[in-house]
């Protein structure tokens, strides 16, 4: 479908020149005489762009372009005028103007204008209905009263630009924590670049995260920005930071003080504005006791700190979440649990948080596809409450848990044939993670 487009001008002769220039290259125009009058054809017609004058008869360009930004599926606005001074070009610019053109205008200039801005609303739209389906996959399921504290907790740090520290055991959510910040946010039509912290070697995480030219280093066959270039004028994700050694932790925390990321290889710094979030499930104020966690980082990465609810403070939440586990995983709404299966869930204890309860519902989609999962069904693949972990219950919660996952790892690493990828793949964790926990276990 062609692209609607509206001249804004008081001049006919104008009006009439633009529209048959943009019907010859197969756009449908529109005009108007007046910001009023265009006004009145947005509240009916979705223009994919606007070319304003901004010396109008009655309500002024600008206004009209301060107008339009007020509402949440504005147009872009291409600004042609005969008003050449640079204080008028530079608040257009800063009010969402895509471009400033002085009159007279050439017909080349003005459609290679035209199609970079309608490429530029095209991308806007696509960016859009990826964060409208990202919003929609990444809402916070439950109605328990932890869940209640963690979404008013998220509703109030969202706005603001403060760092953000989200606490949690391994499967809790925390990815889906920040997310919902983000969505949340002044920066939610921003970038939002996520960053494995465990997951980059350290000698290569300057590289990384803050750069590099080409030729910097052996390998660096191009120029590559960085995580955090990439993520100027949005937010960033460092996901277990925890994890850091106290050299890459330094590197780090530069960067957040001056703003500014030294590209490596490069003369020059940059400055970026990024909002950022960190999650762990490590208690970092313990690390920083035991001297392998940066007091001073921590202080700047914990402005504002989110505790996310293991499952089993949440069980109340279990049924809710086999629902929406359901919904995604068979979609076709032919496999269903029995009440008394349902009932069962709601009874285990969870060590891997939400994370195990989805595998589990997902095994019961595949092995019960298109029927009603029975209790006996759920029983066979959760285990016995108060078993599921196999441990003596005088021990504390710390060391039953430890030693499940002790042994959980060990089972599956023997399953794999001493394959940690194909294990980690399993666990749903990501490699370098497992190698950690498989040494401080001492399985190998």
């Not at 400055?271 to 392998?292: F, Y």
């Not at 019961?364 to 029975?374: A, E, G, H, N, P």
């Not at 108060?386 to 499940?404: A, E």
């Amino acid at each position: 479908m062609p692209a609607k487009i509206l001249v804004v001008d008081d001049e006919p002769n104008i009006t009439s020149s633009f529209s048959s220039l943009l019907r010859d290259e197969g756009y449908q125009p529109d005009t108007a005489a007046s910001a009023e009058e265009a006004a009145r054809r947005c509240d009916h017609i979705d223009y994919s762009l606007i070319l304003l004058d901004l010396n109008l008869p009655g309500q002024s360009g600008l206004e009209f372009l301060r107008q339009l930004r007020r509402g949440p599926m504005a147009p872009l606005v291409l600004v042609i005028s005969g008003l050449a001074d640079i204080p008028t070009a530079l608040e257009a610019i800063r009010l969402g103007a895509v471009d400033y053109l002085e009159k007279p205008v050439k017909a080349e200039k003005l459609l290679a204008s035209v199609r970079a801005s309608l490429a530029l609303a095209s991308a806007h739209r696509q960016r859009t209905i990826i964060v409208d389906d990202i919003d929609d996959r990444s809402q916070i399921t439950g109605e328990s009263r932890a869940v209640r504290g963690l979404l008013e907790t998220v509703a109030q740090a969202a706005p603001t630009d403060s760092a953000i520290l989200i606490e949690g055991e391994n499967g809790t959510g925390k990815e889906l924590v920040a997310t919902r910040v983000y969505l949340q946010s002044r920066r939610r039509d921003q970038p939002f670049v996520k960053v494995n912290c465990p997951g980059i070697p350290a000698s290569l995480f300057e590289s990384q995260l803050f750069g590099h030219t080409r030729g910097a280093f052996t390998g660096a066959v191009k120029d590559y920005p960085g995580k955090f270039v990439q993520a100027d004028g949005g937010t960033i994700f460092l996901d277990e930071i925890g994890d850091l050694p106290l050299d890459c932790q330094a590197k780090l925390l530069r960067v957040l003080e001056t703003g500014e990321v030294e590209t490596l290889g490069a003369v020059d710094s940059r400055s970026v504005d990024v909002r950022l979030i960190c999650a762990t499930n490590r208690t970092l104020k313990r690390l920083v006791d035991e001297r392998r966690f940066r007091e001073d980082l921590y202080y700047r990465i914990s402005v504002l700190v989110i505790n996310v609810p293991p499952l089993r403070e949440r069980l109340d939440d279990v049924p809710l979440l086999v629902g929406e586990f359901l919904r995604r995983l068979d979609p076709s709404g032919r496999t269903s649990l029995s009440a008394e299966a349902v009932a069962y869930l709601a009874t285990l204890t969870y060590p891997g948080n939400i994370r195990q309860l989805k595998n589990i519902v997902e095994r019961l989609t595949i092995l019960c596809r298109d029927r009603q999962v029975s209790l006996a069904d759920v029983q066979s693949q959760a285990g016995e409450p108060g078993r599921d972990i196999g441990l003596d219950h005088s021990s504390s919660l710390v060391d039953r848990l430890r030693n499940f996952e002790k042994q959980l790892i060990g089972q599956t690493l023997k399953d794999c044939d001493g394959n940690i990828s194909e294990a980690a793949r399993l666990l749903h964790t990501d490699r370098a993670n497992l190698s950690r926990k498989i040494k401080d276990y001492g399985l190998r």
